[in-house]
């Protein structure tokens, strides 16, 4: 069974700081994970996403503010924010998508306001 559990959203005042976690089970190393977000109205949107070999592909909207780092001995992935903004606020979702195939899953979601 494939699970994505995602914690530590929160609310903060703009310029402060999150970090989001997702512990993944039952997948293995030949999946990218990611995270994607979704504005009240919005459509979801990618955020960052990491192979298992390390590459990474960010939003332009998070270069240089947002760090996406996986760990495959523990299953997984962290979404460092920083230098956070009224407009980051949204449902964060992590995501799973195995290389070459049209196989994904997604985590729950997890809030993340800003606001001062």
């Known amino acids: 069974q494939v699970q994505l559990v995602e914690s530590g959203g929160g609310s903060v005042q703009p310029g402060g700081s999150l970090r989001l976690s997702c512990a993944v089970s039952?997948?293995?190393?030949?999946?990218?994970l990611g995270w994607y977000r979704q504005a009240p109205g919005k459509q979801r949107e990618l955020v960052a996403t990491?192979?298992?070999?390390?590459?990474?592909d960010n939003s332009d909207s998070v270069k240089g503010r947002f760090t996406i780092s996986r760990d495959n001995d523990k299953n997984t992935v962290t979404l460092q924010m920083n230098s956070l903004k009224p407009e980051d606020t949204g449902v964060y979702y992590c995501?799973?998508?195995?290389?070459?195939?049209?196989?994904?899953?997604w985590g729950q979601g997890t809030q993340v306001t800003v606001s001062s």
């Open positions: 039952g997948i293995f190393s030949a999946y990218n």
């Open positions: 995501h799973a998508k195995r290389t070459s195939l049209p196989i994904e899953f």
């Open positions: 990491i192979t298992h070999s390390g590459s990474i």
